[in-house]
């Protein structure tokens, strides 16, 4: 299991480290970056969130959302709230191409690909931008893929890529395969 009052620490330092002197390297003023702690309410959502793969839950018990639009094209985790509403929303329920199961979308990146997880609570992949039709994700150009085998290996390397961008190492910007 992730400590993630470690990993929030270790990404508020990485952010640090990306943010400094970030207008004199890039010529333009970074917009706001957080990795914040959750409300008491989106604690006890996230315990009774019916549905919600337990690695989820357990990430939404100690980190309400994460935002990083600097971070090469940018990463976000959206909140609690955000993801319980996905459904309703637009946004896939089901991955036939990749599983059997359900998925839940629980964030994306500045280019419009979108991070779920299975159902069951792993692995988690990546949906590039593609055809949604009746929360089905059908797909596009690239196909959807595993990106992490758990969510704590997908929360692993969201560190190692925001850590990358702040030294500038371009193949942080890489997807593990």
């Known amino acids: 299991m992730t400590d993630y009052g470690v990993w ?17 390297r ?14 008491a309410a989106e604690v006890v959502a996230a315990a009774e969130a019916a549905g919600l793969p337990e690695p989820l839950a357990e990430f939404y018990r100690h980190i309400g959302q994460v935002s990083l639009p600097d971070a090469f094209n940018g990463f976000f985790i959206h909140s609690l709230r955000g993801v319980l ?24 990146d500045g280019g419009g690909q979108l991070f779920a997880v299975d159902g069951a609570g792993a692995p988690v992949y990546l949906l590039p931008t593609g055809e949604i039709r009746d929360g089905a994700y ?7 893929r595993v990106l992490a085998p ?28």
């Open 26 to 39: 890039f010529g333009y003023e970074p917009d706001e970056h957080t990795v914040a702690g959750p409300t």
């Open 150 to 177: 758990t969510f704590p290996d997908f929360v692993d390397w969201l560190l190692y890529a925001l850590r990358a961008a702040a030294t500038g190492d371009a193949d942080g910007a890489c997807y593990p395969v």
């Open 8 to 24: 929030r620490a270790a990404m508020r330092d990485a952010c640090d480290d990306l943010l400094r002197d970030f207008g004199a």
């Open 138 to 144: 059908l797909g596009g150009g690239l196909p959807g």
């Open 85 to 108: 509403a996905n459904s309703t929303a637009g946004m896939p329920v089901r991955a036939p191409g990749l599983t059997d199961a359900n998925i839940v979308v629980f964030g994306s």
